[in-house]
């Protein structure tokens, strides 16, 4: 089972850019889909971003798409989340994940979770 950590949250300003990096521990990185999904104290987690495994396909709720880009370095045991053009709306605990199954735009599929970075948006 993977070991995930995530970093590069933190205090923005509408408009601007952030990028969010998961370092994952262990050797199936490379064989693993991977993803992030977003919680605040009001929502239940939701789906953000996935990324297939081989073929680095990837998937995007629609309230991100367009704005925010996840991407992999298997090489590196690495997955990114470029986030451009955030807004209030985008505030939440971001949250890598490893899938244990292939539908990825559900949380019960993912079998492992890293404890999360806060990504806070200011008007």
């Known amino acids: 089972q993977l070991r995930l950590a995530e970093s590069g949250g933190g205090l923005v300003q509408a408009g601007d850019s952030l990028r969010l990096s998961c370092v994952a521990s262990g050797e199936t990185f490379s064989s693993t889909a991977m993803g992030w999904f977003r919680q605040t104290p009001e929502k239940a987690r939701e789906f953000v971003a996935a990324?297939?495994?081989?073929?680095?396909?990837?998937y995007y709720a629609d309230s991100v798409k367009g704005r925010f880009t996840i991407s992999r370095i298997n090489a590196k045991n690495t997955l990114y989340l470029d986030m451009n053009s955030l807004t209030p709306e985008d505030t939440a605990v971001y949250y890598c994940?490893?899938?244990?199954?292939?539908?990825?735009?559900?949380?019960?599929?993912?079998?492992?979770w890293g404890q999360g970075t806060q990504v806070t948006v200011s008007k």
């Open positions: 994940a490893a899938y244990s199954g292939s539908y990825y735009f559900d949380s019960q599929y993912v079998g492992s």
């Open positions: 990324i297939s495994r081989v073929n680095k396909t990837p």
